[in-house]
């Protein structure tokens, strides 16, 4: 057995490849397409064994993980936060760190991350690219109304882009560089419009048939786009031993410090899936009125006080919903809390 380390970089992959006993086989590099991967497993090949490879997970790592493990190799991908904590470096050039990936395949210590299927990277990017158009037209809005105000004028309508928004739009007196731009978001926001609706048309087709989707869209705040979305994140459910495992994953949970006697909280890990966080502190927006979550929510943000009370509710509201939804996608069951039992009556 052989082991390689990986460093990808945006114009080659620098590989060096170890033997058992830990001695340079050979170091050398190739461009990171198609042709470059197989030209590398072709010149490796020659020694006639089996490759094990490590990789930082970041930008195109997926596309060499998937091009090497088709020429035969096992490649996995590795925790970069966490690579970095096992092996620090003093020094740093793309050769050591091909060199520090190699030493931990060869002693088993690689920090390996779940790498998702093809149809889980699939309804990922169809979820996320739903909310990247959402975000551009939101700025495009957000700019409109800010040069109405600064031109004095306050939008009267509840909905200033629909069909009384747009008659008083065209009434509104502007300078000319300003109605140009006013004119050029508007056309911009048509058709992001009609870019979002075929988006949200392809997740409704893609979410009747999803096994998570029906289930999450029981729990209070979630409806279809954010049941998707959520499903879409978290991929396969049985990776999670346990609902705290899921909240952790979610990057919801605060770090922790803590030394003998001391124990302190810090901000939120934010680690994982940006997208997953998003969806459950949305979700956590509604659900907060449910009477599942009410008096808790409001409890919190009573003792927590206005400045930030209703913030550390909402984050405590998405743990709990992320703790419900892996009971629910475990056992296949709608969402159905308990609760506390009801007194008995003598």
Not at 51 to 65: D, K, P, Q, T, W
Not at 114 to 130: I, N
Not at 135 to 157: F, M, Q
Not at 326 to 342: E, H, I, N, V
Request: hydrophobic content about 40%; proline content about 6%.
């Amino acid at each position: 057995m052989l082991y390689a380390g990986l460093d990808l970089s945006r114009k080659r992959v620098d590989v060096c490849l170890l033997d058992e006993h830990g001695e340079r086989v050979a170091v050398t590099a190739a461009p990171p397409d198609g042709d470059g991967l197989r030209g590398l497993a072709e010149r490796l090949a020659g020694y006639g064994e089996p490759i094990y490879a490590a990789l930082e997970s970041m930008n195109g790592a997926r596309f060499v993980h998937d091009e090497l493990e088709r020429c035969g190799w096992r490649v996995e991908l590795a925790d970069a936060q966490k690579a970095k904590g096992l092996a620090p470096l003093t020094a740093k050039t793309d050769r050591i760190d091909a060199f520090v990936l190699a030493e931990l395949a060869r002693r088993d210590l690689v920090p390996a991350v779940w790498l998702p299927t093809p149809g889980v990277r699939a309804e990922r990017e169809r979820a996320r690219f739903r909310l990247h158009l959402v975000r551009h037209r939101s700025a495009l809005k957000a700019r409109i109304h800010a040069s109405l105000i600064a031109h004095g004028h306050p939008c009267p309508a509840s909905d200033l882009f629909g069909t009384r928004g747009r008659a008083l739009l065209d009434a509104f007196e502007l300078p000319a560089a300003w109605r140009a731009s006013t004119e050029a978001s508007l056309r911009l926001i048509t058709h992001l419009d009609t870019e979002i609706d075929a988006c949200e048309r392809e997740l409704r087709r893609q979410g009747a048939d999803h096994r998570y989707v029906p289930l999450l869209m029981s729990a209070p705040g979630i409806a279809w786009v954010l049941a998707y979305t959520i499903a879409a994140e978290i991929g396969e459910i049985e990776r999670f031993s346990g609902p705290k495992k899921l909240c952790g994953y979610t990057g919801l949970c605060p770090r922790v410090y803590q030394s003998g006697e001391s124990d302190r909280r810090g901000p939120l890990a934010k680690n994982g899936p940006t997208y997953l966080r998003w969806a459950l502190i949305e979700a956590a927006v509604h659900a907060s009125r449910h009477p599942v979550y009410a008096a808790h929510y409001e409890a919190t943000r009573k003792r927590l006080g206005r400045q930030r009370g209703a913030k550390v509710a909402r984050v405590e509201v998405a743990r709990k919903l992320a703790e419900a939804i892996w009971y629910m996608l475990t056992r296949q069951q709608m969402f159905a809390p308990q609760g506390p039992p009801a007194p008995l009556v003598a």
